[in-house]
């Protein structure tokens, strides 16, 4: 049973579109949300956390629907630098503070 | 800062023969300490945490250990490697659970081919 899904992609797009992700997660219970970013042969890097309903970064804004249990990453003006896998991950609870991460969708944004 | 270091970045390796990875994170005290492994065109595989010197949990059964001697220290061995340990390992921090946030952060991460 998946946990955390993402739609895997590729999401191809040109320079200055929007683009939205969505990551549905299956418990109820989960108190933290987190999006990575994940360029090709690299470690992932933490793009943001979502702690209530949302955040905002630039032109980077992650939502949380806790009634329908996904979080959503939202890119305006894409840049060509966007251009990477995205990772949505979950905190369950628990001492050992464990995420439980999705498997990425990858974006392509293109001249 | 926190900075997280794992060494080596890349590995060949014959089937058979042992592995040793090390992380160390410096600029915290008392982190959780996370083993990752993300095999080609897969998602990320949480293979060990820890939450302090000694103490190891494995989650998924396999011939891989891990240790933890010192605070800021994390060890992941094999004593035979398989073909399929291949994969990107990587090493993670996060601050200990009596603080706000469960962010998790990577260390470069250690290629590793079996062959």
């Known amino acids: 049973r998946k946990e955390v899904e993402q739609d895997p992609g590729p999401f191809n797009v040109p320079e200055g579109a929007t683009v939205a992700f969505n990551c549905t997660y299956s418990?109820?219970?989960?108190?933290?949300f987190f999006w990575y970013r994940q360029d090709c042969r690299k470690e992932p890097k933490l793009l943001m956390s979502?702690?209530?309903s949302g955040n905002e970064d630039g032109r980077f804004t992650a939502q949380l629907n806790r009634a329908s249990q996904y979080i959503s990453l939202l890119i305006r003006d894409s840049k060509l630098s966007d251009s990477a896998t995205y990772l949505c991950a979950v905190f369950y609870g628990g001492s050992q503070g464990n995420l439980i991460f999705g498997k990425g969708t990858k974006l392509s944004v293109k001249p | 800062s926190q900075t997280i270091h794992q060494w080596p970045a890349t590995l060949v390796q014959p089937v058979g023969s042992p592995l040793s990875l090390e992380c160390t994170v410096e600029g915290t005290s008392n982190p959780n300490l996370y083993w990752y492994r993300q095999a080609a065109g897969r998602g990320l595989q949480l293979l060990f945490y820890s939450v302090g010197i000694g103490q190891i949990s494995s989650e998924v059964p396999q011939n891989l250990s891990a240790s933890r001697p010192q605070d800021r220290q994390f060890i992941l061995s094999s004593k035979k490697l398989l073909l399929s340990d291949s994969g990107f390992y990587l090493c993670?921090?996060?601050?200990?659970?009596?603080?706000?946030?469960?962010?998790?952060?990577f260390g470069p991460g250690t290629r590793l081919t079996v062959t």
């Open positions: 993670a921090w996060s601050a200990s659970l009596d603080s706000v946030g469960y962010e998790q952060y």
């Open positions: 418990n109820s219970a989960s108190q933290s």
């Open positions: 979502v702690y209530s």
